[in-house]
Each structure stands twice: as C-alpha cells, then as structure tokens.
C-alpha cells in the first residue's frame, strides 16, 4: 500500500535560515528575509512512500515485494528486518520551480540552501509519522548512492523508484539518467525499525564531508565488506 504526505508543515524560521547562511549585510539580509518568505509560503514539501516486506536475504541480495536489490550494506542492515518503508521525499515542485528564475549565481545557492532545510524537515516529519502511525521506538534510515560509492550504488535509485510506485505522478520527483533526482533537494531510501541506528557516514571513508554526521566505523566497516 502507498501512501502520499503532502500537507507537511514548514516551520523553520528566518532567524534559523540566518545562523545557517551566515550573513552579515543588511542588505543580503533585507533581500533573504523577502526571499525566505516567499519561499515558505510556495513550499510544499511531499513525502511519497510504501509498505513493503523483506522476503529474503541471501548474500548481498535483498528481495523486497519480489524486487531484488543487490548491496552490502543493505543486506546487512535487512536481516533481522519484515517491514521496511520505501520512500521518496522532497522540498516540493512548487519552491523548486520558482527558485529557479533567479539568475544570481550567490542568491541561488541561498535559495538552494533553503530548499535543503525545507527537505530536512520534511525528512524528520516522515520519521516522527512512521514511528506513531506504526508504533515504533526507533528507525534507521540506508540510502542509494549514500557515503562510499559501493555501499548501495545509486543505480538501484531506478529500481527503489519502481519499488515505491508512481514517483513522478504523485509528488513530481523524477529520475535523471545519471539516477540523480529532480528537484535536487530530494532524497530516497528505505526506513526501517531498528534498535541500533545505523547512519550511513559510518560506512563512508571520505575526509573532511561537510556532511558527516557520524564517524567512519572501521570495525562495522571490517564486518560488512568481508
């Protein structure tokens, strides 16, 4: 069964956009305020998603609603799984679109900067969702194309696409064919109960990630890719 979640509420401040853009000016700071405002009016950030079952695990293959998928890392976080949640979640067409007339180069990547704090707390109400509609203490998140490139190949975006159902048709959100999603501040997964969180930064060697939540792990690292 899919399910749609598109009346997600958008409620940082601008006193949040300000400490995350770092701006000083007055005059950058009267233009971000009227730009964040807009923004936040036209928002509307979706999260498209199914119930799906795990029905075997066998090596670094994971068969999910009859769909095999084949990575390490997704295998070793689906054996003691049933139930996952296959999603697909963006900041939304609406802001996407309008923030794309703006031709300047440093107010886009405000704009850009924006839209990525609308999707990060479309992502935490999904989460927050998951966990009271289906009673669950804890849930981890593994995502295609995520930390090091062998972890889950962001090719198998193609195949959780068609997992999940009609992307496109419910939330806008489409597959280039380098597999990268558009709007650009979207992201896909699948999320799942587990009492041990699993963050994908701890499988991913890169130094100096501006993204880093968590450390490299070199003994998870060392158990997975044997």
């Known amino acids: 069964m899919t399910h749609t979640l598109d009346t ?4 940082i401040s601008f006193n949040q956009v300000l400490d995350m853009l770092k701006l000083e000016e007055d005059e950058d700071i009267a233009l971000v305020h009227g730009l964040f405002d807009t923004a936040k009016e036209i928002a509307r950030p979706k999260v498209f998603y199914r119930e799906a079952y795990v029905e075997e695990v066998a090596g670094k293959k994971v068969r999910i609603n009859g769909l095999t998928f084949e990575s390490d890392v997704l295998a070793a976080n689906m054996k003691e799984v049933h139930r996952v949640f296959p999603y697909v979640c963006t900041c939304g067409t609406e802001v996407d ?4 007339k703006e031709k300047d180069y440093v107010v886009s990547l405000w704009l850009d900067m924006i839209k990525g704090a609308f999707l990060r707390e479309a992502n935490a109400y999904f989460r927050e ?13 593994i995502n295609p194309g995520s930390g090091d490139e062998h972890n889950w190949h ?6 959780l696409f068609a997992l999940i159902g009609d992307v496109k048709g419910e939330i806008g959100v489409t597959l280039t064919d380098s597999f990268l999603m558009l709007p650009i501040k979207s992201t896909s997964g699948i999320l799942y109960p587990s009492e041990t969180e699993f963050v994908n930064c701890s499988l991913c060697g890169r130094e100096n990630c501006p993204g880093r939540r968590v450390e490299f792990d070199v003994k998870l690292y060392a158990q997975i890719f044997k």
Do not use: C, D, G, R
């Open 8 to 11: 997600i509420p958008v409620t």
């Open 154 to 159: 962001i090719s198998q975006q193609k195949l």
């Open 129 to 141: 969702y998951v966990k009271n509609a289906y009673k669950f203490n804890k849930l981890s998140a």
């Open 97 to 100: 679109e309008w923030s794309h």
